[in-house]
């Protein structure tokens, strides 16, 4: 089991960046991958990014070129760097980690991105 906390959220305008970082604590912090979901109002929840233990990452097209998710094992830590914000990057976005075969999911509980002049 693993306990993840976000922060760094908050207000930035169109064209800003922000950088989100997840803590986790537990004992395996490696035996899971790890990743970025942001839900929209009125909108389903949806990954952002992801990576896994030896670092190979996964982005939505939509934030391709733009963030940049990075982790280190000996902080167990999480971070997205987001670049060139839109305003249809606001969302309260989401740490996750997950574990693989079988698929096991734990959440934190959320920072709000707004994106807004």
């Known amino acids: 089991q693993v306990q993840l906390v976000e922060s760094g959220g908050g207000l930035v305008q169109p064209g800003g960046s922000l950088r989100l970082s997840c803590a986790a604590s537990g004992r395996n912090f490696r035996l899971y991958a790890m990743g970025w979901y942001r839900q929209a109002p009125g909108k389903q929840r949806e990954l952002v990014a992801s990576i896994i233990s030896g670092g190979s990452t996964n982005y939505a097209d939509s934030v391709k070129g733009r963030f940049t998710i990075s982790r280190d094992n000996a902080k167990n830590t999480v971070s997205l760097q987001m670049n060139s914000l839109k305003s249809e990057d606001t969302a309260v976005y989401y740490c996750?980690?997950?574990?693989?075969?079988?698929?096991?999911?734990?959440w934190g509980q959320g920072t709000q991105v707004t994106v807004s002049s």
């Open positions: 996750n980690a997950y574990t693989r075969f079988p698929r096991n999911d734990y």
